[in-house]
């Protein structure tokens, strides 16, 4: 079993930044893909960026792309997202997610992960 455990969400204005981490315990975390997810009110749950297996290869959503980087410690079973230039249409829960058997072509697909966090509130003002 992994647990996963997200930090650092909060109430910044348009234009301002955040870092989002997210803490692992149990089983290791080298080996897993590790993703971020967000689900904005009345909204269905979408892919915001991850990290392929230990390869370290990344991978973005349109719609973030440019303006977030997702990073990982292994060796800290923590993995990041620094959050740059957030839009009031970033406010949404973020979630992390993780997985040790995903084949990359399933990577965006939320419902192909076995574990995930409880959420951190993003909220970005206008």
């Known amino acids: 079993q992994v647990q996963l455990v997200e930090s650092g969400g909060g109430t910044v204005q348009a234009g301002g930044s955040l870092r989002l981490s997210c803490a692992a315990s149990?089983?290791?975390?080298?080996?897993?893909?590790t993703a971020w997810f967000r689900q904005a009110p009345g909204k269905e749950r979408e892919f915001v960026a991850a990290?392929?297996?230990?390869?370290?290869?990344?991978y973005y959503s349109d719609s973030v792309k440019g303006r977030f980087t997702i990073s990982r410690d292994n060796a800290k079973k923590t993995m990041y997202l620094q959050m740059n230039g957030l839009k009031p249409e970033d406010t949404a829960v973020y979630y992390c997610?993780?997985?040790?058997?995903?084949?990359?072509?399933?990577?965006?697909?939320?419902?192909?992960?076995?574990?995930w966090g409880q959420g951190t509130q993003v909220t970005v003002s206008s």
């Open positions: 149990g089983r290791t975390f080298s080996g897993f893909t």
């Open positions: 997610a993780g997985d040790g058997g995903l084949i990359l072509s399933s990577l965006r697909i939320g419902s192909q992960y076995d574990y």
């Open positions: 990290i392929f297996r230990s390869g370290g290869n990344t």
